[in-house]
């Protein structure tokens, strides 16, 4: 390639980057998650134990690759959720950056930015967020009330079927708050934490800064957004009663049924799988995002 041809590649390529290594790194964390999500959905939904019993459980009906069950509906939903949330986020924080002439911006505009690109990011991922829950889901309900999807194309091509196109939205006011205080946590702690360690005297961009802002994001994230993920998974999760209704009209209807029925505390049911599940997943991913870029840097991209 010569070096006019590489030079009129690059403003595209700049463009992208920041949406690529973001799908990419969520995708890739997924894999390495997929296990710990499947049963932090079984317990959200009624599996009784902890969460070795409950895996041990899913393995002993289902074998082993009972645990990867819905793979193919978590990596598009990485594909479409956080390649747009990770870019967006990005664009925006560039374009702070520019208006603070270049210097950090402050947590709340961080945490700002970090809502807007959740929102965005999980609008666009909703239709592949609502197959994994129900694929997860679907060996919990009685036989005669599983859908058995093939796979995800399998389920948002019967969910267009059975519901309309606007089925493929169901949960999604749940999926987008969810989505907006998970990054909030998420993005805005990292680099906020990133920030602190290198005043602190950590090499910038070094692997304990890298490491050290990538964990703190994961908790954070994780304690952010449990409750909106509980109420998600119920919306999505729910089947119509014997009178054609179904259990909650809205999100609000179904946070203020548990509050009420259940008490403050359901909504962090499963918090350490959810934690275990989340931390680990945020930390992947951020970790992949700092290390693609300089990959891609070595061969000259």
Known sequence: MSDL???????????????????????AAT?????????K??????????????????????????????????????????????GIFQIFSDMLKQQNQGKNIPLYQKAGAGLAAGGLGALVGSPADLSLIRMQSDSTLPEAQRRNYKGVGDALTRIVKDEGAMGLFRGAGPTVTRAMALNMGMLASNDQ??????????????????LGGALIAGFCAAACSLPFDFVKTRIQKMD??????????????????????????????????????????????????ATLPKLEAKIGL
């Open 5 to 27: 041809q590489r030079k009129d590649l690059s403003p595209a390529w700049k463009a992208t980057k920041p949406f690529l290594n973001g799908g990419l790194s969520g995708m």
């Open 31 to 39: 894999c390495i998650i997929q296990p710990i999500d499947m049963v």
């Open 41 to 86: 959905v079984r317990i959200q939904i009624g599996a009784k134990g902890g969460p070795l019993a409950v895996a041990k459980e899913i393995i002993a009906k289902d074998g082993a690759g009972g645990l990867y069950k819905g793979l193919s509906a978590g990596l598009l939903r990485q594909a479409t959720y956080t390649t747009a949330r990770l």
């Open 193 to 210: 934490a990133k920030e602190l360690l290198e005043e602190a005297g950590f090499a910038k961009d070094g692997q304990a800064v890298v």
């Open 240 to 289: 119509k009663l014997a009178d054609g209704s179904y259990p909650y009209k809205s999100p609000i209807d179904c946070a203020v049924k548990t509050f009420r029925e259940e008490g403050a505390l359901k909504f962090y049911t499963g918090f350490p799988t959810y934690c275990l599940r989340i931390a680990p997943h945020v930390a992947f991913t951020l970790i992949f995002v």
